[in-house]
């Protein structure tokens, strides 16, 4: 069988809306609907996870050019030339009965899952980055197209450069599981520490796992100039 994949960049979130009303104190419609809405995101996520990985796979110069440039219209151009439909053999959920899957991305979380797997892709670079002191602070290019608050890819940079190998190992982690759990909460720590003072982050844990792999991704595929060396003073004796 032959699956295929519609695939329409930045249109929409993996989350389900919100319910209209909050239900009636003492009954069980709460409790439903918030692992309703969880097992939507799960399956969401899981879907999109799936079309990025065929992605990288069909597609990877296209790929590796999104997430290299630093100009929004050009990223929207290679957006719109990786949309449209896409044969994904490994698509789940699919049987003889389904010709085609919809997917659907934000455009922060699109960047970070194709992120992702460019990171798997190459896993034995990102294995051997070492852990960088952290600094005062952080600026890097591809913020301009990341369509995340600055402060967010701020804090990401610098958990990818503090914890590597803590990034990484959430990014093998399947969306939702126990396992990815477990990896957010060793990361925890460097999270706290990397955020900037009276910021609040907000958002599902796809969004933060996008913000960490687009940052992880970046540091090997668009590292920051190297500083210019500060030169020697001199002293003369009196």
């Not at 990341?146 to 190992?169: F, G, K």
């Not at 396992?179 to 982050?201: D, N, Q, S």
């Amino acid at each position: 069988m032959r699956l295929r994949a519609l695939l329409i960049a930045s249109v929409i979130g993996l989350s389900g809306a919100a319910a209209a009303a909050d239900p009636p104190i003492g009954s069980r419609l709460g409790e439903r609907t918030t692992k309703n809405q969880e097992k939507r995101e799960r399956e969401a996520a899981l879907g999109a996870q799936e079309m990025a990985r065929c992605l990288v796979n069909k597609k990877r110069q296209s790929v590796r050019a999104f997430l290299a440039t630093v100009d929004a219209k050009e990223s929207k151009r290679l957006s719109d030339g990786m949309s449209g439909e896409h044969e994904c053999f490994s698509m789940t959920e699919g049987n003889d009965l389904v010709e085609g899957r919809m997917v659907t991305f934000p455009h922060d979380i699109y960047r970070g899952m194709l992120a992702e797997w460019m990171i798997k892709a190459d896993e034995r670079t990102f294995a051997a980055l070492p852990a960088l002191p952290r600094q005062m602070v952080y600026t890097r290019n591809w913020y301009a197209v990341s369509d995340r608050d600055a402060s967010i890819d701020e804090m990401a940079t610098c958990v990818s450069e503090s914890a590597p190998a803590e990034t990484l190992a959430l990014l093998k982690t399947m969306p939702y599981s126990p396992e990815e759990g477990a990896a957010f909460g060793v990361l925890g720590p460097h999270l706290g520490a990397c955020l900037r003072v009276g910021v609040r982050v907000t958002g599902n844990r796809q969004s933060l796992r996008a913000g960490l792999a687009d940052a992880l991704y970046q540091r090997v595929a668009n590292p920051p100039p190297a500083a210019p060396p500060v030169p020697a003073t001199t002293t003369t004796q009196p």
